[in-house]
């Protein structure tokens, strides 16, 4: 309960909770009118901890518990007792800065870490280590990268300034002629992070631990930790580095040649991470479909499928981007026949147009990936297909652009990620002739939007009359709201009996605002 009894003596006051979640509403209203609420550290059990972090950061404005968000606290597991830090993703989607601590890099962490002595801040405090996982698929992501050193050496002039990630792999001689860079890592020697940091400790010179990443052949390990601030879905990375070399593309120059993780670690991370209330694991990979071709037994996506199978409690596998040219059969059976495997697949068409696909360099001819979509839909019942096409490519003509919008009409996406072609120096297409205006592209990328907003409320639409189930990812304004297996946002009244990470469903009865509306 909330009660709580004041001890003169002492220097900081531990409120547990351990009853529904409303009880710390009502903790910290007793903190405050004790006085205690800036030195009480408030410690959860696991199920209701993590759903209060979701509650209390999914909408700070609208919180309950806004007036108090400063309060520290603690989720406790049966191994183990965690500081939490909510807000890890401060800027763009593209740039993850983040702070050395308990909380890691990104949502990894070295193993290393764990038990040293290092404490999680906000990127905006002042801080004695500053960690910039950079980006480097456009120019743009570039130059916040170069924003974001130079701001974390304005807070703390003495902290020192660690630069990863792939802007880092790419040019690190740049990086390191910015004023205040200690440490330059690149994409590789991740999980050694703290032992660098420490012989930085110990030399006031720079370290360059940059290495030619096309001659790695491993997979680093770098675990996930559970610091996801939904705590129902995980993205796990299975695979690293690309073959492909599309005209537009910097990834393989940066991320190397492809590496696979091995299975059973795989198997491992998964069973933790569900043991920790994840019950949706998103396999990622920079290709994805070409996991295991490098590994002994060529182990295949299929295959890792099938094992997580094995795992208990693990309600939902779902796929992130794949080509469309290796999606394999025995995969698509798995999808068919077992409904923990999520209908849903993601296939970068990138242009809808023979002509603009061929400048680009992919691996196939439109004909083909529309064959392979018809055959899909023959095969998987209610399967989403969500893509991404790139507008305003180098020499895409109106006629070429004319032949994507028809494509997209054609086949029906549920959703298109559409964005405008971006020079990125050092690849093929930045070299080539006739750029299209950055007017053209930002109508083009218009049009796509408005095809991407129709094809999802059709496919919603078709859901209604039709079971609906979604994964809890947070609850706000009296609904459960979270993804269906389709990957289409839904909602089901609370009855408050569920958690973050339940499953509950019916039957679809509408869309409001772009949500399935389940009862």
Not at 280 to 290: D, K, P, Q, R, S
Request: with cysteine; glycine share 8%; hydrophobic share 35%.
């Amino acid at each position: 309960d909330a009660k709580m009894e004041k001890a003169e003596s002492a220097r900081y006051y531990f409120a547990s909770v351990t009853g529904v979640d409303r009880a710390f509403g009502q903790i910290l209203a007793t903190l405050k009118e004790m006085g205690l609420d800036k030195n009480t550290i408030v410690v959860f059990s696991s199920d209701h901890g993590e759903t209060m972090c979701s509650q209390r950061t999914d909408d700070p404005k609208n919180s309950p518990y806004s007036e108090s968000m400063n309060v520290p606290f603690i989720v406790r597991y049966p191994d183990k007792i965690r500081p939490r830090v909510d807000n890890l993703m401060l800027s763009s989607p593209d740039i993850m800065p983040t702070l050395l601590g308990l909380c890691g890099l990104g949502d990894s962490i070295p193993a290393e870490v764990q038990g040293r002595n290092f404490a999680p801040l906000f990127f905006d405090e002042k801080a004695d280590i500053y960690v910039i996982n950079t980006c480097s698929v456009t120019n743009m992501g570039e130059k916040k990268s170069r924003q974001l050193i130079r701001k974390a050496k304005r807070q703390n002039e003495d902290a020192y300034v660690i630069v990863t990630g792939c802007y880092a792999q790419l040019d690190p001689d740049a990086i390191a002629a910015i004023d205040g860079v200690n440490l330059v890592i690149g994409t590789n020697n991740r999980s050694k992070i703290v032992e660098l940091v420490e012989q930085l400790e110990s030399t006031e010179r720079q370290i360059n631990a940059v290495r030619d990443i096309m001659k790695e052949s491993n997979f680093e390990e770098m675990p996930l930790y559970g610091n996801e601030s939904d705590k129902a879905r995980a993205f796990m990375k299975i695979q690293e580095g690309c073959n492909n070399y599309c005209a537009f593309c910097i990834i393989p120059y940066t991320r190397g040649k492809l590496k696979s993780r091995k299975v059973d670690d795989i198997v491992q991370e998964a069973k933790r991470l569900v043991d920790h209330g994840f019950h949706e694991i998103v396999l990622t990979g920079i290709h994805l479909g070409n996991y295991g071709v490098e590994l002994p037994g060529r182990p295949t996506l299929a295959d890792v499928v099938k094992a997580l199978l094995e795992i208990p409690n693990l309600y939902r596998i779902r796929f992130g981007s794949i080509e469309s040219v290796e999606v394999s059969d025995e995969l698509v059976e798995l999808m068919a026949t077992n409904k923990r495997v999520c209908p849903h697949l993601h296939l970068p068409l990138q242009a809808g147009s023979d002509h603009v696909l061929k400048l680009m360099k992919r691996h196939y001819t439109l004909q083909e990936y529309k064959d392979l979509i018809t055959s899909l839909r023959s095969r998987i019942k209610d399967l989403s297909i969500t893509t991404d096409i790139i507008a305003g490519f180098p020499q895409e003509t109106d006629e070429d652009f004319e032949e994507t919008l028809n494509t997209v009409r054609e086949i029906g996406f549920t959703h298109i990620h559409a964005f405008p072609y971006s020079i990125r120096e050092g690849t093929p297409a930045a070299t080539m002739a006739d750029q299209v205006p950055e007017a053209v592209k930002k109508t083009r990328v218009a049009l796509l939007n408005g095809l991407s907003q129709s094809g999802y409320e059709r496919y919603a639409k078709s859901r209604i009359g039709k079971p609906g189930e979604i994964l809890i990812e947070k609850e706000e304004n009296g609904y459960y709201m979270g993804l269906t297996n389709e990957y289409i946002n839904g909602k089901v009244k609370s009855d408050g009996t569920r958690k973050i990470g339940d499953l509950v469903g019916g039957t679809v009865v509408g869309l409001e605002d772009n949500y399935l509306i389940i009862e």
